[in-house]
């Protein structure tokens, strides 16, 4: 898988997404790290961590308001040099401590390359106008910190690529042995009764009782008038 690739891009960070919520579950401790692993981690930290450190210095050293051009791009790189000093100097350390606590996790592993990416995209432009503007010794001091990130962040890159194929197939392991356990349950037997039940008698109605017919007495004949 090519980071450089729009499409492998997207495939990490939807991969990222979907097993991001397994790794940081409650109670999930993970699979052991290996040996190797731990190392190439420790050498892409202890690489980053010098190449912060000499970036911080270098971007401390620049004169900005003796450059030879306009206010304006004066105070966009001086702001630009205040946000990458901020960043190495609280973001970067606190990311990068969440990844040593745990080292093969993915999200937090695409967390650092994201960092780095914007801080070589900044960095870049305060490179280019330290070599318009600046001096030549802070220009190639400058250039090589940005090189010393740019090699992190491949370097980084690379790793979080190898772990999304890893994570890639154990997902893939996972779900072939859900298939086998699904096909190892017996299904179900549903028994169907065909007899015919005896038909029901019903019973037969009773004719009501006919009414019997009233008579009224005939009225009695009234007393002759004197």
Same mark, same amino acid.
């Given at each position: 898988?090519?980071?450089? +690739?729009?499409?492998?891009?997207?495939?990490?960070?939807?991969?990222?997404?979907?097993?991001?919520?397994?790794?940081?579950? %409650?109670?999930? +401790?993970?699979?052991?790290? +290996?040996?190797?692993?731990?190392?190439? &981690?420790?050498?892409?930290?202890?690489?980053?961590?010098?190449?912060?450190?000499?970036?911080? #210095?270098?971007?401390?050293?620049?004169?900005?308001?003796?450059?030879?051009?306009?206010?304006?791009?004066?105070?966009?790189?001086?702001?630009?040099?205040?946000?990458?000093?901020?960043? &190495?100097?609280?973001?970067?350390?606190?990311?990068?401590?969440?990844?040593?606590?745990?080292?093969?996790?993915?999200?937090?592993?695409?967390?650092?390359?994201?960092?780095?990416?914007?801080?070589?995209?900044?960095?870049?432009?305060?490179?280019?106008?330290?070599?318009?503007?600046?001096?030549?010794?802070?220009?190639?001091?400058?250039? #090589?910190?940005?090189?010393?990130?740019?090699?992190?962040?491949?370097?980084?890159?690379?790793?979080?690529?190898?772990?999304?194929?890893?994570?890639?197939?154990?997902?893939?392991?996972?779900?072939?042995?859900?298939?086998?356990?699904?096909?190892?349950?017996?299904?179900?037997?549903?028994?169907?009764?065909?007899?015919?039940?005896?038909?029901?008698?019903?019973?037969?109605?009773?004719?009501?009782?006919?009414?019997?017919?009233?008579?009224? %007495?005939?009225?009695?004949?009234?007393?002759?008038?004197?």
């Amino acid at each position: 898988m090519n980071l450089t +690739s729009p499409a492998a891009f997207c495939g990490v960070v939807l991969l990222t997404a979907s097993i991001s919520f397994a790794q940081n579950a %409650p109670g999930n +401790s993970g699979a052991p790290v +290996s040996y190797s692993s731990i190392s190439e &981690l420790n050498q892409i930290l202890g690489s980053l961590n010098q190449a912060s450190q000499s970036t911080q #210095n270098d971007l401390s050293r620049l004169r900005i308001e003796k450059w030879k051009t306009d206010g304006n791009t004066k105070r966009q790189t001086q702001s630009d040099t205040e946000s990458i000093i901020k960043n &190495l100097q609280n973001a970067l350390p606190a990311i990068l401590t969440q990844l040593q606590n745990s080292p093969e996790n993915l999200a937090v592993t695409f967390k650092t390359y994201r960092n780095l990416d914007a801080l070589y995209d900044v960095l870049s432009s305060v490179v280019e106008s330290a070599g318009a503007f600046g001096g030549k010794e802070e220009f190639q001091a400058l250039n #090589n910190d940005l090189n010393a990130i740019d090699n992190s962040r491949h370097a980084v890159a690379d790793r979080m690529d190898k772990l999304a194929n890893t994570k890639e197939n154990e997902i893939g392991q996972l779900r072939s042995a859900l298939q086998e356990a699904r096909a190892a349950i017996p299904p179900k037997k549903t028994v169907v009764d065909d007899t015919e039940p005896a038909p029901k008698k019903t019973p037969a109605r009773k004719k009501p009782a006919p009414k019997a017919k009233t008579t009224q %007495p005939a009225p009695a004949n009234a007393p002759p008038t004197q």
